[in-house]
C-alpha cells in the first residue's frame, strides 16, 4: 500500500499528501430517470444511493498517511493546483473527514441548486476541513457536515446518524427484523408498555397483550430506558432470540363500599422470542355506513370494472394511509379489491398527518386510481427550464370509478401532496381539509455512506399536473371540512384521530378506537355529505341513461324479428 502512495506522490509532486480523485456522478437528467424507475431492488426502490465503493477505496489510500490529504477539486485543475488539506492523527476525527469528503462530493454533482446557495462549493471543502481537523472530539468534527450541508439553505439536505437512517430504512420498506411488537412509555410513571402487538408476528404468536409491561430485554431492566432504545435491542438479525421478560397486571374485582380495594394481581412471564421479518402495514380501511340519498335517487349506479351492479346506497370506502412505504400500493390494490367486492358506492382517502414517503409509491397508488397514462407530477432539476413530466408507466384501467374525496391536513407532506395533486388535476378526486398541505415540493435521493449514516440531498423540485408550484405553499383545498350550519371545529390537526402517530402501523385495539372516532370526525362527516350529493348524480345519470337505452334496444330488437334469414 505504500509503494502505490510513493508512486502517487512522486506523480503529483505532493510531498507529504495523498490524491483522491473526484467521483464523477452522472448529470441531473440521469438521476431523475434513475430517482424514479421501477426495479426489484429495494435501494433503488427507497432511492438509495451505494458510494460504499468511493468512500472505501478513499479510506484505504488514506491509510497510507496521516499527515496530509490532498484532493482534486475538479478533473479540469492541472497537477500544480493540487489543494491539500491536513488530516487528523485521531482515527475518529479522521473518520469524520473523509465521511464530510464524501458529503460534499455527492452534493457538488446531485444539489438540484448549482448555484449551492451562492458558495464557493469547492472553498467550502477547504474551510470545512480545516475546522474538522482542528476539531477536538469526533461529536465536533462530524458536526462540519451538518454545518456544510446548513450553508445550502435547504433543510432537506442533511446528513442523518446511522441509528436514524435504520428507523428510516423500516418505515421505507414497510418491514423489519425484530419480534413484532410497538412499545412506549407511559405517560405517568414512565413503564415501559406494549401498545399492540403485530398481528402473526413472534410476540403476538408468544400471546403478548396490550398493556402488558416490559421489565427486561436479556437480562437488562428497562428501568429508565424509552421506547425507541428498548426498540433497538428488540430488533435484530433474522433467526436470532431475544428474552422479553413481561408484568401483566390483572384488574381487581369490585369489592363492598367503603371497602379497601385489593390491589391488582402481578403476572410476571419470560418469553423467547426468535426475531423474524414482520410485515408493517401503513393502511387501514374500512366500509363506513353511508348517509341518507336524496328521495328520488336512482336505484342503481353504473357497473364496475369489475362487472358488478352497484347500489346507491352502498357502503362508503374509507382508506387512511400513514407512510408512502414500498409495500403501501399493493396494500391498496387489495383493500380497494375488497371493498368493490362489499358493494362499496363512494370513498374516502385519508392522507392527513401522512408525512410521505417514496415517489415511486405514489405513483404507484395513482396508478390504482386513474385510466391510461396520464402526467403525476412534473419535475424540475437543475435546468429549471427543462420540465419533465411523469407519466403513470403501467397504463391500464383504474381499479374503480366511484367517486373519491381526498383528505388532507397540514400534516400532509411529500409524495402525499404529490397523490393529491395528480388526483385533483386529473379531475378524479375532490380535495377536502381545513387548512393548505405541507408545502414539500422537493424530491429527495437518499446515498449510503461509508460509516453507515445516511446522506438526504434535494434533486429536483416538482409540480402538480397542471404546473402549480407545491413548495412552501402546498396543495389549496377545494372545500373545507366544516359542514354548513355547523361551528368551525379549529385546528384540523387533532381531527381524524389526534392519538394516532403518523406513520404508526394499524395494530388490533387502534382498528377499534379508530373507528370510533371516525363518525365523529368533522373532515369525514363532510366528506360522506359530499359523496352523498355525487352518488346520487351518478345515480340518477345512471337511469336517466338507462331509459334511454331500453327503447332504442327494444326497438332494435322488433326490426331484427322481421329481417328475412340471410341467403
Not at 342 to 368: E, F, M, T
Not at 407 to 427: P, Q, R
Not at 432 to 455: H, P, R
Amino acid at each position: 500500500m505504500r509503494s502505490l502512495v510513493t508512486q502517487r506522490i512522486t506523480r503529483y509532486n505532493a510531498p507529504t499528501g495523498l490524491r483522491c480523485q473526484e467521483r464523477r456522478v452522472a448529470p441531473a437528467r440521469v438521476w431523475l430517470q434513475a430517482l424514479l424507475k421501477d426495479t426489484s431492488s429495494v435501494k433503488d426502490k427507497c432511492d438509495v444511493w451505494d458510494f460504499k465503493d468511493f468512500a472505501k477505496r478513499l479510506a484505504a489510500a488514506a491509510l497510507g498517511t496521516t499527515t496530509a490529504l490532498s484532493l482534486i477539486l475538479s478533473p479540469a485543475l492541472a497537477a500544480s493546483e493540487l489543494v491539500r488539506l491536513p488530516a487528523s492523527t485521531d482515527p475518529a476525527i479522521f473518520a469524520a473527514q473523509r465521511t464530510l469528503v464524501e458529503a460534499w462530493t455527492i452534493v457538488g454533482q446531485a444539489f438540484v441548486d448549482p448555484s449551492f446557495n451562492g458558495h464557493d462549493w469547492e472553498s467550502e471543502l477547504r474551510d470545512h476541513m480545516m475546522t474538522a481537523y482542528s476539531s477536538s472530539s469526533s461529536d465536533e468534527a462530524f458536526g462540519e457536515i451538518s454545518h456544510m450541508l446548513e450553508d445550502l439553505g435547504d433543510p432537506y439536505t442533511r446528513r442523518v446518524p446511522p441509528e436514524e437512517y435504520a428507523a428510516f430504512r423500516v418505515s421505507s420498506d414497510g418491514e423489519l427484523q425484530g419480534v413484532g411488537m410497538l412499545i412506549a412509555n407511559e405517560p405517568i410513571n414512565g413503564h415501559l408498555l406494549v401498545l399492540a402487538p403485530i398481528k402473526g408476528g413472534p410476540a403476538d404468536r408468544a400471546g403478548i397483550l396490550p398493556g402488558d409491561e416490559v421489565t427486561s430485554i436479556n437480562g437488562m431492566s428497562m428501568e429508565g430506558w424509552n421506547g425507541e432504545k428498548a426498540a433497538r435491542l428488540l430488533r435484530g438479525r433474522g433467526g436470532t432470540e431475544v428474552r422479553v421478560r413481561l408484568a401483566r397486571r390483572t384488574g381487581g374485582i369490585p369489592g363492598v363500599p367503603a371497602r379497601p380495594e385489593p390491589l391488582p394481581a402481578v403476572e410476571y412471564r419470560e418469553v423467547s422470542l426468535r426475531r423474524e421479518r414482520v410485515q408493517l402495514s401503513p393502511l387501514f380501511f374500512a366500509a363506513l355506513p353511508p348517509p341518507a340519498l336524496p328521495p328520488g335517487t336512482g336505484a342503481l349506479m353504473p357497473v364496475g370494472t369489475d362487472g358488478r351492479v352497484r347500489q346507491p346506497d352502498g357502503p362508503v370506502g374509507y382508506l387512511r394511509l400513514t407512510s408512502f412505504s414500498s409495500n403501501a400500493a399493493a396494500e391498496m390494490r387489495e383493500a380497494i379489491q375488497e371493498l368493490e367486492a362489499a358493494g362499496a358506492s363512494s370513498y374516502i382517502l385519508d392522507l392527513r398527518n401522512n408525512p410521505g414517503g417514496l415517489v415511486r409509491s405514489s405513483i404507484d397508488i395513482a396508478r390504482l386510481w386513474l385510466d391510461g397514462s396520464p402526467v403525476v407530477f412534473n419535475i424540475s432539476s437543475r435546468e429549471p427550464d427543462e420540465i419533465q413530466s411523469q407519466l403513470v408507466d403501467a397504463p391500464g384501467a383504474a381499479l374503480t370509478h366511484r367517486p373519491l374525496v381526498v383528505l388532507v391536513n397540514s400534516g400532509s407532506a411529500s409524495a402525499a401532496e404529490i397523490l393529491s395533486g395528480a388526483l385533483h388535476d386529473n379531475h378524479r378526486a375532490v380535495i377536502l381539509g381545513d387548512t393548505n398541505t405541507y408545502g414539500k415540493g422537493k424530491i429527495q435521493s437518499v446515498f449510503e455512506l461509508q460509516d453507515g449514516s445516511a446522506l438526504f440531498v434535494t434533486v429536483a423540485r416538482y409540480q402538480t399536473p397542471n404546473g402549480t408550484e407545491i413548495d412552501r405553499i402546498g396543495i389549496v383545498p377545494d372545500r373545507s371540512c366544516v359542514l354548513p350550519g355547523a361551528p368551525a371545529s379549529g385546528d384540523d390537526e387533532g381531527s381524524g384521530g389526534s392519538s394516532f402517530m403518523a406513520g404508526l402501523p394499524m395494530v388490533p385495539g387502534s382498528e377499534v378506537a379508530l373507528l370510533e372516532s371516525l363518525m365523529g370526525d368533522s373532515c369525514v362527516l363532510a366528506a360522506r355529505d359530499l359523496l352523498r350529493d355525487e352518488v346520487a348524480v351518478v345515480a340518477n345519470a345512471a337511469r336517466v341513461a338507462s331509459d334511454i337505452v331500453q327503447p332504442v334496444a327494444m326497438h332494435s330488437v322488433r326490426q331484427t324479428t322481421i329481417l328475412p334469414p340471410p341467403a
